[in-house]
């Protein structure tokens, strides 16, 4: 299985700093806690940038801003052990390039900024072998151009199959023992 957490930003250009998410049901909405995804085969994940919702009060934004807006994104994306990326369908204006391990990314928009839940497009994995996906790099662009790194983070991970075998038995030990109790 995969675990997707939500990436955040440290930023001091952004009045809430961006995050990227993986949305399960593919409608922007971030996950409350960690997302688990199966393994064993093609998957999907739904990636998206959310950008706090306050809009620029002050200045042009894209130049001298002072809101939430990010008007531009570029990150890579890699992926460790024996997992692949197999193809990405970008929304909008991101464009990219695609390796089976590495995808790099640009977007956003350079006149009016993104606010708000913005959907970056649809990676799809081999998600067969232990490995993880990581924000390898990258860096944002806020309101007053201020250029922001992104924080190095691990997106997802494939645990070793016994890993996912022994807490499924885990998981029926203590649900068994609990229905025993109850029983007696």
């Known amino acids: ?96 390039s695609l390796s089976s391990e590495l995808l790099r990314f640009n977007g956003g928009d350079p006149i009016a900024g993104d606010l708000g839940s913005v959907k970056l497009g649809d990676l799809r994995i081999d998600a067969i072998e232990p490995g993880a996906i990581e924000l390898a790099s990258g860096a944002s662009v806020a309101a007053n151009l201020a250029l922001e790194g992104l924080a190095v983070a691990t997106l997802t991970t494939v645990p070793e199959p016994d890993a996912v075998i022994s807490s499924a038995v885990a998981i029926g030990l203590v649900l068994f023992s609990r229905l025993a109790r109850r029983r007696d």
């Open 1 to 96: 299985m995969f675990v997707l957490a939500s990436l955040f930003w440290a930023s001091a250009g952004f009045a809430v700093p961006p995050t990227i998410f993986h949305s399960p049901a593919n409608d922007g909405v971030p996950p409350t806690g960690a997302v688990v995804v199966s393994t064993g085969g093609t998957r999907t994940l739904h990636l998206f940038m959310a950008t706090g919702t306050v809009p620029s009060s002050t200045g042009v934004v894209c130049e001298d801003g002072n809101g939430d807006e990010v008007c531009a994104i570029e990150g890579q994306i890699a992926i460790t052990g024996g997992s692949s990326l197999l193809d990405f369908t970008p929304n909008g204006d991101v464009v990219f």
